[in-house]
């Protein structure tokens, strides 16, 4: 495994990334999975929030959500994204920015099938994004669904699936003694193609 020390000699970020993710999995104590997505809305504003990471292989970084979010009409109107991992305990994070992409109806259904059955209720219920008149008003549609799903499995929404944020630049950080930190940059052409390595002023 790379460690605080070595890292800056891999050659490749993809795997660099998944040692730091299984360190974090053992040292942060919630949701080391945890990453801010940042997109941008149709006037050009910046916008970021916490999701959860579900997947991660050679083609990129996933997560789930409503079509109809924020986030969800901010992608489909302008597939470009960015994420940070910051892992507090371990010092360390990691950038990611590239184009994104659906996932199939495949990979959705199978992620979709694992999730506790309330929050596959909760997907159907919350018109995420949309303004809420009152909690009440939720728990109402919550109700409303469970009873809808009472019996057998609770298929996916049409409007609820993943997005993957496919890698073209990557940048791994890790702190050290009086601010004089370590930076690598990664950068490729397009999926597939090989990577090139930078180490940054910090």
Known sequence: MLTAVDFTEAEE????FAAWMEEAKVSEPADPNAMALATVDPDGLPNVRMVLLKGFDARGFVFYTNLDSRKGQELAANPKAALLFHWKSLTRQVRVRGPVERVSD???DAYFATRPRL???GAWASRQSAPLESRLA???AIALTTARYAVGPVPRP???SGFRIVPLIMEFWHDRPFRLHDRVEY???APGAAWSKTRLYP
Do not use: D, G, M, V
């Open 119 to 121: 929050s596959q209720i």
């Open 158 to 160: 049409p409007f609820w």
């Open 187 to 189: 950068r490729r052409e």
């Open 106 to 108: 495949e990979e959705a």
């Open 138 to 140: 939720f728990e109402k």
């Open 13 to 16: 970020p993809l795997a660099l």
